[in-house]
């Protein structure tokens, strides 16, 4: 589970532990896909480009400029459409760690190492004699939320059969909510899976389907008097992988993107139904691709953003065997709830959109953090937390030029004609917002090394600043941050090393809303008491003496617990209800003031209409507003707060 596509967990309350273990390290990313599909034999690619491995480098490339969405492992898989009897037809590498991009690829060209330069520019003989020299190509980069490790948890994940048609090679991003009623149904049938986990039941459950639809045109096949590599032939050319995904994917509640190959060429790719997923996909007359990155195919392939497709929710791309591209509406689209989160912080900054939606959730925030800085703003230093921060930035420092600007000409205007002199004029116009980065960030500090106040110590470390950026005890100090969720680098690591400027204010600004709720739908969120949010509403609720409402909390998610996910309620949003978000935020401040520290903290949220305007396409909101898309998503939200009562003393 989690984003267990990328793990195998035997049982629920393995899961469960494995979360909990994970709960301080820092959000995770969404894992990414990449598929090329050539659509020329290969001596087309020789010819034009000097090499038939064309589209393994561009699926390198691809993997690499998706390298934020995943660090802790990946994976590649090739098909050769064109393999004999008796020739291996599927290949696949995979590796662990941050540099498993470069080994998977590197162990691949270490394959030709041994074979002349003549026969590697041969394509009929790289064709029939060397590993990864097919036509389709499948990547995947995995961030794994189940703390599980090791090769067997890594994409793509392949099922093997003698006939290519039933051999079947999956990728993902996604996380399904509802894996144990998946498994109890294909039990069922009679089938007999081995282990309860999203990426391995999707495995076993698609491959069943793969089966009977090739059995299907089996039995077609032999009404029609096909005998023996005929009927080979027929099946091939005439299965129909919508069959499959229609038949499996009803039951999937959850946010996914599937990829797959089989053995005889078949490709596709299916999008969860609410468009929870990003996918993205590009064909011209030599190639077909996806990505779950727009930007990421643009430089890849040097191509246009009015070039680019997305997939729409709960439609299915499709690249048959011949290299026909098509797509399909597979599960009705249901309410649209793309991730709001990608926008803000997943996705690489560098699509048109995405940088676009970030300057202006900065620009929004002007007004918020001039009443911060008590509109003290000629005695105030902006900067941001490196790296994802950026963009929200330079759009914070836009809206702060905007209203300088505007400062400016009304005190011009107000001037009399004797004051309209060059001296006032030069003294007026010469105020600037004063920007300066403020944060750096260290290598990455291997703070495993140590334990308890050791390693606290080493994590105070991760960030530094610029020493002599502001007036000590005069100027304030803002810093922007895409996002805070637990507070634990703000505590341990920013606020202390902030303070060491000793600025007479600190202000932490968040360009994302508050984030209350866990995901499940792939992000490393799924614990309620890891988010500050949450902690702090518990916070004021103890303050005011009404522990009692969590206890009623409790009882009503315990009521549901044996209710058909339909029908459950979120009961976890009435921590909130009696709280504005600025009440919350102030004790948030107090909560994450590290010891020792007295300069004044003040903490600036997004709000959720502000995170709405800025980011209109996107509106899945479930990690601040409760609003989950889906029934499953509802029921482990009420299950993690059964977790959370449970085991805390209130």
């Known amino acids: 589970m989690g984003c267990s596509l990328c793990g195998l967990n035997i049982c629920s309350e393995g899961w469960k532990q494995s979360k909990r273990e994970k709960q301080m390290e820092p959000l995770k990313h969404e894992c990414g896909v990449a598929m090329v599909r050539l659509l020329k034999p290969l001596d087309y690619y020789q010819n034009k480009y000097g090499t038939w491995m064309y589209g393994l480098n561009k699926l390198y490339l691809m993997m690499e400029k998706q390298h934020n969405r995943g660090q802790e492992g990946a994976g590649l898989a090739c098909v050769k459409t064109k393999a004999n ?241 098509r797509t399909e509406q597979i599960i009705p689209q249901k309410n649209y709830a793309a991730c709001a989160f990608e926008r803000v912080y997943f996705s690489r900054g560098s699509d048109k959109d995405i940088y676009q939606e970030r300057k202006e959730l900065g620009r929004s925030l002007v007004k918020p953090i001039l009443k911060a800085i008590n509109y003290e703003l000629d005695n105030t230093v902006f900067s941001y937390i490196p790296n994802t921060a950026e963009a929200a930035y330079y759009g914070m420092l836009a809206g702060l030029d905007d209203y300088l600007n505007l400062q400016k000409s009304e005190v011009i205007a107000s001037l009399s004609p004797k004051e309209l002199t060059s001296e006032n004029l030069n003294q007026i116009l010469s105020r600037r917002i004063r920007a300066e980065k403020v944060a750096w960030k260290d290598i990455k500090m291997r703070t495993f090394i140590a334990e308890g106040n050791c390693r606290n110590d080493l994590a105070a470390h991760v960030y530094d600043i610029t020493y002599g950026s502001l007036q000590p005890y005069k100027d304030n100090l803002v810093v922007i941050d895409d996002s805070i969720v637990r507070g634990t680098t703000l505590r341990e690591s920013i606020i202390r090393i902030m303070d060491r400027l000793h600025p007479k204010r600190i202000v932490v600004v968040s360009s994302s809303p508050q984030v209350r709720y866990p995901d499940y739908y792939g992000i490393d969120m799924s614990h309620m008491d890891e988010f500050i949010a949450f902690k702090a509403a518990v916070a004021l609720i103890k303050e005011r003496g009404e522990q009692s409402r969590l206890t009623e909390i409790y009882h009503r998610c315990k009521q549901q617990e044996n209710l058909p996910k339909e029908k459950i309620v979120n009961h976890v949003s009435a921590i909130y209800k009696d709280f504005t978000a600025e009440e919350i935020s102030e004790k948030m401040a107090e909560i994450l003031r590290p010891e020792g520290i007295t300069t004044e903290i003040k903490i600036v949220y997004q709000s959720l209409d502000g995170l709405h305007t800025a980011c209109p396409n996107s509106p899945g909101d479930w990690y601040f507003s409760g609003n989950y898309p889906t029934p499953g998503g509802i029921r482990r939200v009420n299950e993690a707060y059964i977790d959370y009562y449970e085991k805390k003393e209130i």
């Open 85 to 325: 009897p008796g020739e291996e037809f599927f290949f696949r590498e995979r590796a662990l760690g941050t540099g498993a991009i470069e080994e998977i690829f590197g162990a691949v060209h270490s394959k030709f190492k041994n074979y002349t330069a003549e026969q590697l520019a041969d394509t009929s003989f790289a064709s029939c004699h060397l590993p990864f020299a097919g036509e389709i190509y499948m990547g995947h980069l995995r961030y794994s939320t189940t703390g599980k490790s090791g090769l067997s948890y890594v994409h793509p994940f392949m099922r093997r059969n003698n006939w290519r048609a039933k051999n079947l090679c999956i990728c993902a991003n996604f996380n399904m909510t509802n894996v144990e009623d998946i498994f109890h149904s294909m039990s069922k049938t009679g089938q007999h899976p081995r282990m309860v986990s999203d990426t391995y039941i999707l495995l076993e459950q698609l491959g069943h389907r793969l089966d009977r639809e090739s059995e299907r045109l089996f039995n077609k096949a032999l009404d029609e008097g096909l005998k023996n590599t005929d009927i080979t032939h027929y099946i091939e050319e005439n299965i129909n992988l919508a069959n499959v995904l229609r038949t499996a994917s009803p039951m999937w509640d959850g946010g996914y993107v599937v990829c797959g190959v089989t053995g005889s060429g078949e490709m596709f790719t299916l999008r969860d139904p609410w468009g929870i997923r990003p996918l993205f996909w590009y064909c011209d007359e030599e190639v077909a691709v996806v990505a779950s990155e727009r930007p990421v195919i643009q430089t890849s392939f040097d191509t246009e953003v009015t070039d680019i497709k997305e997939l729409k929710p709960g439609e299915a791309l499709f690249v048959n065997k011949n290299g026909v591209l």
